[in-house]
């Protein structure tokens, strides 16, 4: 029965992702790449291939994914290159199928119209390409996929330079954006910035509300099995806390782990794994400080110490 749940679950995330990847494919295909807008990722980098070099935006993507997935697996190693295989094989597809059968629907590629409406066009497809954008890839953490792409070099630079993740993801989707300012114009451009921010905002509201890290609780009879699974595997660590059940009397150490959003799923289905009857209680943290996670921010030397302290201090340092 347990091996059957589990089997379960692994289909149903599979299911996920291939969906995830589809509603990306619908947003990028049906509306941001008709339209022109550049909103970051690899649909961005394409249509500015297209504009300039006249790459077919389809094909442009395939290379891209595999192109980040190989580069994934080389700097990040297998278990990463995993979580986007799936969505690396499914999100191209998905893609090339919407944009050849549906290219430019209801005339929202600016300057197709007769309506004088275009820039309206532009517009809508931001809108509805962001939010099914965001839709898609929220459903895909949600089975415990990755989109990859250039999130791949996102976590290249975070594991090796320690840059927060979502700080180098604005630096990357900005820098694509303002490339695309140059071959789309100012209009499609501006209307990409709204997208991706669209984008961003769907994920927060269907993925993990307004945090991006939890904090998991976790009382069961394998403890030892779990912690190691959370050290080794996830590579986080932990802290034991001795509790008592109030009803029964018995004794259990509590495992508590901090860890990022992507590894919500995973570490859900393992805990199901090694023991189905586990106590688990998953809080968002607003924030968490500390190695893996963020750094403590410098203080202001003058604010610390307060005024009147930091100009004795000068004043002890002239002697």
């Known amino acids: 029965m347990k091996n059957r749940k589990h089997v379960l679950r692994i289909f149903w995330n599979i299911l ?8 990306l494919a619908i947003g990028t295909g049906l509306f941001l790449v008709p339209a022109n807008i550049v909103a970051g990722g690899m649909s961005g980098l394409a249509i500015i291939g297209n504009k300039l070099f006249g790459f077919d935006i389809d094909i442009s993507v395939a290379i891209l994914s595999w192109f980040f997935f190989f580069i994934g697996l080389v700097f990040l190693g297998k278990k990463f290159s995993l979580q986007t ?6 999100y191209p597809i998905a893609l090339s199928i919407i944009y050849r059968l549906f290219n430019d629907p209801i005339a929202l590629a600016p300057g197709s119209g007769s309506t004088g409406l275009d820039e309206f066009h532009a517009l809508l497809a931001g809108i509805f390409g962001g939010a099914f954008v965001g839709t898609g890839c929220a459903i895909t953490y949600l089975g415990g996929g990755s989109t990859g ?16 993740t979502s700080i180098v993801s604005f630096i990357t989707d900005a820098l694509i954006i303002l ?13 990409g910035v709204m997208s991706a921010f669209i984008s961003a905002m769907m994920v927060e509201f269907i993925f993990v509300g307004w945090s991006t890290t939890f904090v998991a609780q976790i009382i069961s009879t394998k403890g030892p099995e779990i912690n190691a699974y959370v050290q080794k595997s996830l590579n986080r660590g932990t802290t034991l ?47 968490v400080i500390g190695s893996g996670f963020e750094p403590f921010p410098e203080k202001d030397f003058k604010k610390s110490l307060g005024i009147r302290e930091f100009w004795e201090k000068k004043k002890d340092e002239r002697k």
């Open 149 to 164: 792409g250039t999130d791949v070099l996102v976590f290249i630079v975070k594991k090796y330079f320690g840059f927060k």
């Open 241 to 287: 806390v001795p509790v008592v059940g109030g009803y029964t009397g018995n004794t259990y150490q509590m495992i508590q782990v901090a860890f990022d959003k992507k590894e919500y799923t995973i570490l859900r289905d393992a805990i199901n794994r090694i023991d189905s009857k586990a106590f688990v209680t998953f809080l968002r943290a607003q924030a």
């Open 16 to 23: 996920l992702v291939i969906i995830g990847n589809i509603v």
């Open 179 to 191: 490339g695309g300012l140059f071959v789309t114009g100012v209009i499609p451009a501006l209307v």
């Open 85 to 90: 295989l799936l969505g690396t094989i499914v």
